[in-house]
């Protein structure tokens, strides 16, 4: 026990530096004590804010937080100075970095859906993994903007101290590889890249490849030495990560929402006073509503860079999309229960369909 409490020490002793050294864009100041009861406290009193992110710094992601620290920083006349640490710097994996944000060392991070399941083993998140539950953008907004999302949130929240906050999508999934695929029998036996999630795994076996989890972090490694033939992900991620250099063929199935959860931690939230608590909720409602719409402009820009870098898209049709959506029943009839009972029924009702 008192090993792991010193490895723990020594691991925030690690990040702490890691963070004077690493940033980018934000502001100075001492951090500020919490305040109970949100009482309000003096108006020179400092609270740093630290966002952490995987993306690249060209991508949509890091154009949003960057627009949300600063506007923090100008709404609040100071008092909160944010730091945005992207492209990597602090870990390479989501779980990781929501484990930053429980742990308090970094203050709020966004993580796909999954990850967010796995830091409080909250089931109902992974509901976004489930191919072809969610048929447009205007859909994913829906839930996330429901009252069943905020209960979802709420559990996490008991659990870990984290708030999950109303997201975005980052794009639709789609696979990309180093060989052509024209049809499913292309699929069959190739190494695709997914999360380590047991819906994402199950949706490429049963289209005849195969699983292979890689972090993400040292995906672009993976493919580029053939650990890996392939990899799902949104067309955003695929450009600003330069999947296109390794990787020469896109298939556009559109299979599954790449939904963002934005963590926030409470125990930072709830030390602010009342005056900036009411400055942060505006400003980070108005954020996701900016993230949203930039996410879908870079989408749709997305695809012709793509293809002027050489990769080919080839567009789903029809008759493979109501065969990819039979042979992928499936991962409902095996993994329903993993999202947690009744809740893709829920979100079947809530979404009308």
């Not at 008192?2 to 934000?26: D, E, P, Q, R, Y």
């Not at 999934?173 to 190494?191: A, H, V």
């Not at 909720?281 to 996410?295: K, L």
Request: charged share 20%; with cysteine; proline share 3%.
């Amino acid at each position: 026990m008192k090993k792991n409490k010193l490895s723990a020490i020594a691991f925030t002793l690690v990040i702490a530096m890691v963070l004077s050294a690493c940033a980018v864009g934000g502001g100075g100041g001492a951090a500020a004590p919490a305040a109970p009861g949100g009482e309000a406290a003096a108006d020179d009193t400092v609270f740093e804010f630290s966002i952490v992110h995987l993306s690249a710094y060209t991508d949509p992601l890091h154009t949003g937080w960057t627009w949300l620290a600063e506007q923090l920083e100008e709404r609040s006349g100071g008092r909160i100075q944010t730091t945005v640490f992207g492209n990597r710097v602090l870990g390479n994996s989501d779980p990781e970095t929501a484990e930053m944000v429980m742990q308090n060392i970094v203050q709020m991070t966004s993580v796909p859906a999954s990850s967010a399941a796995g830091l409080g083993n909250i089931a109902a998140f992974r509901v976004f993994d489930f191919p072809f539950l969610f048929e447009s953008k205007e859909d994913i907004y829906i839930f996330m903007d429901s009252d069943l999302y905020a209960e979802i949130s709420a559990e996490l929240e008991a659990v870990t101290g984290v708030r999950a906050m109303p997201g975005y999508s980052i794009g639709w999934i789609n696979i990309m590889s180093t060989s052509p695929i024209n049809t499913l029998g292309d699929l069959e036996g190739l190494r695709i890249r997914t999360m380590a999630t047991d819906v994402q795994m199950a949706f490429i076996n049963s289209l005849g490849g195969s699983a292979t989890p890689v972090a993400f972090g040292e995906l672009y490694t993976a493919v580029q030495q053939g650990v890996v033939d392939g990899l799902i992900t949104s067309i955003g991620l695929m450009v600003s990560e330069r999947f296109f250099e390794v990787c020469e063929y896109m298939l556009r199935s559109e299979s599954m929402a790449n939904a963002h959860i934005p963590l926030l931690n409470l125990e930072w939230y709830n030390s602010l006073p009342d005056d900036l608590r009411e400055i942060f909720d505006e400003t980070f409602e108005e954020y996701v509503q900016f993230a949203r719409g930039i996410q879908y402009d870079f989408g749709n820009e997305a695809v012709d860079v793509l293809r002027g870098e050489g990769v080919t898209v080839v567009e789903m049709d029809a008759a493979t999309r109501a065969e990819f959506m039979d042979l992928t029943q499936v991962v409902f009839d095996q993994f329903a229960d993993d999202a947690g009972a009744g809740t893709i029924a829920a979100v079947r009702e809530l979404l009308g369909n």
